[in-house]
C-alpha cells in the first residue's frame, strides 16, 4: 500500500487527491490544509459545496472521498512540524501556492529519501513535475536558491479547468513513478490557452541534494 | 444581468482573468450546454463546468477508451478524446472544459 500526503487541498491538490483515489482506491493518503473553505474557492473545487464554506477543507475533502484510507489533518506545514505531519509517506504532492510550503517539502523529501511532485497554476498556465531529490534538478536548480513567492491566484486570477489538467498531469507523474519508470526529469508545462503540455527535459546533476535512499 | 456581490465574490479568481473579466462571467452563469461521454468523464467535466457558473445536462454513457467527450450548447459544439488513464483522461476534461469556458465567456466577440 502506497502512502501519499497531499500538502494543500485546493484546485490542484484537491483534484490530485480526486483523481489519485480512482486510479488507487488502496492507497493510503493523508489530506493536510490549515484553511477553510471560502465563496472563491469553489469555482476550482467542485467536491465543496456553498455548504462547506467554513469549514476546514481538508476535512471536508477527506469525508467526500468516502474512503476510510484517507485521513485529513487540519494544520499548516511548517519545517519544524514536517516530520510529525508527512510521518511515513512515501510521497508528497505540492497543492499549495506557497513557496514556503514547496522548500519544507523539498527539503523534507531529502532528508527522508523521498520523492515528491510539484504542482502550480495561475491564469492559464501551469507547472507540475516529480523531483527525486539528488537524482533530478531540484526547485533551486530551476528557479534559484533565492526563488521568492510570486504571484498568487487572487491577483492573477486562475481558472478549475487548467487546474484541473496540472493535478492529471502530476497524476501520471504518480503512476510513472508507482511503476518504477519515471524517466528522465520532466518540468511539464501546461498551456490552457494552447490545450497542450510541453515537457522540458533536463538530466542535470542537482548539486544542492544528496541522493534519495531506497524507498521504504 | 450584472453580477451580484455575491457572484462577484464567488467568481472572482475567473473574472480576474482578461480572458473571462464580468461581462464573461454574465455569459458563463447564463450558458447552458449538455455534455456527453464515458461516465467518470462527462461527470467530471459537468462538475467544472457547473462550479464555473454554466448550467449543465449531463449523458453519461459507458466507460470505454478512448471515447468521445462531447459539449453542446448555443449553436456550438466542442469534442476531446478521453483516453484511458485518470490522469490522462483528468488533462483532457481540464484542456476541454478550458476551450468551453473560454468561448462562452467570449460570446460572439472576435478573440
Redesign the interface.
Known amino acids: 500500500m502506497t502512502r501519499v500526503a497531499v500538502v494543500g487541498t485546493g484546485a490542484t491538490g484537491g ?1 490530485f487527491a480526486v ?1 489519485l483515489v ?2 488507487d482506491p488502496e492507497v493510503s493518503l493523508v489530506l493536510i490544509d490549515p484553511d477553510q473553505v471560502e ?2 474557492n ?5 467536491w465543496w459545496t456553498a455548504q462547506d464554506v467554513g469549514q476546514n477543507k481538508a476535512q471536508v475533502l477527506a469525508g467526500r472521498l468516502g474512503s476510510g484510507r484517507v485521513t485529513a489533518v487540519p494544520a499548516a506545514l511548517l519545517p519544524e512540524r514536517a516530520d510529525e505531519l508527512l510521518g511515513d509517506a512515501d510521497l508528497v504532492v505540492d497543492g499549495t501556492d506557497n513557496w514556503e510550503a514547496r522548500r519544507t517539502m523539498q527539503a523534507w523529501a531529502a532528508a527522508r529519501g523521498r520523492a515528491w511532485i510539484y504542482m502550480s497554476v495561475l ?2 498556465s501551469g507547472i507540475t513535475a516529480l523531483f527525486r531529490p539528488g537524482q533530478d534538478p531540484c526547485l533551486f536548480c530551476l528557479f534559484g536558491e533565492t526563488i521568492q513567492q510570486g504571484p498568487h ?20 507523474r ?2 510513472a513513478w508507482l511503476r518504477g519508470d519515471p524517466g528522465p526529469f520532466g518540468l511539464f508545462l ?1 498551456d ?2 494552447g ?3 510541453e515537457v522540458i527535459r533536463a538530466e542535470t546533476r542537482c548539486p544542492h541534494f544528496a541522493p534519495l535512499g531506497s524507498r521504504a | 444581468m450584472p453580477l451580484s456581490d455575491r457572484e462577484l465574490e464567488r467568481y472572482s479568481r475567473q473574472i480576474l482573468l482578461p480572458e473571462i473579466d464580468d461581462r464573461g462571467q454574465e455569459r458563463l452563469l447564463q450558458s447552458r450546454v449538455a455534455v456527453r461521454g464515458p461516465a467518470w468523464a462527462a461527470v467530471l467535466l459537468s462538475q467544472y463546468l457547473e462550479a464555473a457558473g454554466v448550467t449543465v445536462e449531463t449523458h453519461r454513457e459507458p466507460e470505454t477508451h478512448p471515447a468521445p467527450l462531447t459539449v453542446e450548447g448555443g449553436g456550438r459544439r466542442w469534442q476531446a478524446s478521453v483516453p484511458a488513464g485518470t490522469g490522462a483522461a483528468m488533462v483532457a476534461v481540464g484542456y476541454l472544459g478550458t476551450a468551453v469556458l473560454l468561448d462562452l465567456a467570449r460570446g460572439g466577440e472576435s478573440a
Open positions: 483534484a483523481g480512482k486510479e465563496w472563491s469553489l469555482p476550482r473545487a467542485p491564469g492559464l491566484c487572487f491577483e492573477a486570477g486562475v481558472l478549475g479547468t487548467v487546474a484541473l489538467a496540472v493535478a492529471g498531469e502530476a497524476l501520471g504518480y503512476a501546461i490552457g490557452l490545450g497542450r503540455t
